[in-house]
C-alpha cells in the first residue's frame, strides 16, 4: 500500500498517493531541469495514482513544484492564509487523533471557519522543536503541546485567534 501525504492544492487540503516516492525519483533524474520541467514530469508521474482534473493541473503543478523544493530543503513562502489556520502536529497516536476531533467539535461549537490539518509527517513537524505531541497550532504559533486540552480551552484559542485576524 502506497503512502498517502498531505499537501495544499490551491485552497484545500488534498491526499496525494506516492508523492513522497516521485519526489525521491525527482531529486535524482530531474538535476538540470526548470522548475516547470519538474512540475510536469511530477504530475504526469502522479497522475497515475491519483485523480487530476484538467482544469486544475496548473494548480497540482505548483503544489508539486512547492513539494519538491521542499523536499530539497529549499526555503518555501506560506501563503498568506485568509481564516485560521489550525494545525495539530503528531504522528497519529490515540491522543493526536483525539485532538483533531476535540478541535472539529470546537469549530463546530463556535461556528469559527478554519482550516485544519493534521501533519504527520516527521520532518515538518521537527521545524516546531516541540519537546512533546500531539501539539496545536493556530495560526503559526504552538498554542499547546503534550496532551488534549480541554475543548473549553480550544474554543478560546479559537474565537481568540478569529477576533485578532479581524482586528490584525
Not at 516516492?21 to 538535476?31: E, F, T
Not at 463546530?108 to 520532518?123: K, M, Q, Y
Request: net charge positive; aromatic share 4%.
Amino acid at each position: 500500500m502506497e503512502e498517502i501525504s498531505q499537501i495544499r492544492i490551491g485552497k484545500h487540503m488534498t491526499g496525494i498517493v506516492g508523492l513522497k516516492a516521485a519526489l525521491q525519483d525527482a531529486m535524482a533524474a530531474c538535476r538540470g531541469l526548470t522548475d516547470e520541467e519538474i512540475g510536469k514530469l511530477l504530475v504526469e508521474r502522479l497522475s497515475k495514482h491519483n485523480y487530476i482534473e484538467a482544469g486544475a493541473r496548473p494548480l497540482y503543478l505548483e503544489a508539486f513544484i512547492r513539494e519538491y523544493k521542499r523536499s530539497r530543503g529549499e526555503p518555501i513562502p506560506e501563503p498568506a492564509a485568509a481564516g485560521l489556520e489550525i494545525k495539530v502536529l503528531g504522528m497519529g497516536c490515540t491522543q493526536c487523533e483525539q485532538l483533531v476531533r476535540e478541535v472539529m467539535a470546537a469549530l463546530t461549537e463556535t461556528g469559527i471557519a478554519a482550516e485544519l490539518e493534521h501533519v504527520r509527517d516527521a520532518v515538518e513537524i521537527r521545524q516546531y522543536r516541540l519537546l512533546g505531541t500531539p501539539a496545536l497550532v493556530i495560526n503559526k504559533t504552538v498554542v499547546w503541546t503534550g496532551s488534549v486540552p480541554p475543548r473549553a480551552q480550544i474554543a478560546a484559542w479559537i474565537t481568540q485567534a478569529a477576533r485578532q485576524r479581524k482586528t490584525g
